[in-house]
């Protein structure tokens, strides 16, 4: 479930918001979205009514494809779509534009192709560039770079590594693997001179994405 309740935000968008995914598919939505972490997804599914996901486009966002694809085709009805995503960035890397970030995909299993197109085409036209890769072909690289950017990061973290009046570009570039890494768990990145590095900060990650237990249907 959700750590808050997102209905006001819905009304702003203009969309509808539920807590219960049974309610959820009751809006028919043409396309669902499972955000959550790697170690939930599989929990997410057994509590999901995923007989309501036949005919329908499903997505996921984990960063580790292959476990996902592999979850996906073994739970879903055969005459779901599955479409595997990684959108490579975050809130601090994506925070002002989308623009030239990678959007990561593999059409593990479409029949509807103008369906998969369409919601493609929304990533795309916010500027990301759009990345087609087979899952095993994603988990491969991504094993490597993002096991040293954040381990690097949180390595710098754990130095309590801040921002001086001198910095050098260099130093700067440092401070901005720290900022991609653990501003989430610290509220805040370092490179503008804070400095500081809360005791939650070594603490390992937790999930911030969203369970798909959870709905937003426009």
Known sequence: MSRGDYTAVATALGAAYTRNAT????????VVIFCTSIMSLSTVLAAF?????????????????????????????????????????????????WAGLPFVYDRLRVTNSGRCDAFLDVWAAEGCRMVEMAVATHD??????????HTTGRLLA??????????TKGYESLLGVVDTTISTL???????????RPASLMAPPRSVCCSSREARVR
């Open 140 to 149: 491969a690289y991504a094993a490597s770079t993002q096991f040293i950017t």
């Open 186 to 196: 610290c509220g805040g990145g370092v490179a503008g001179g804070c400095g500081r």
């Open 158 to 167: 754990g130095l309590g590594v801040g921002g001086t009046p001198i910095n």
């Open 23 to 30: 309610d959820f598919m009751a809006h028919d939505p043409d």
């Open 49 to 97: 009514p995923v007989e309501t996901l036949a005919h329908k486009l499903v997505v996921d966002v984990l960063s580790v494809k292959v476990h996902a694809a592999t979850l996906l085709t073994s739970v879903l009805p055969p005459t779901a779509d599955i479409l595997c995503t990684h959108p490579m960035f975050g809130p601090e890397s994506g925070r002002h534009s």
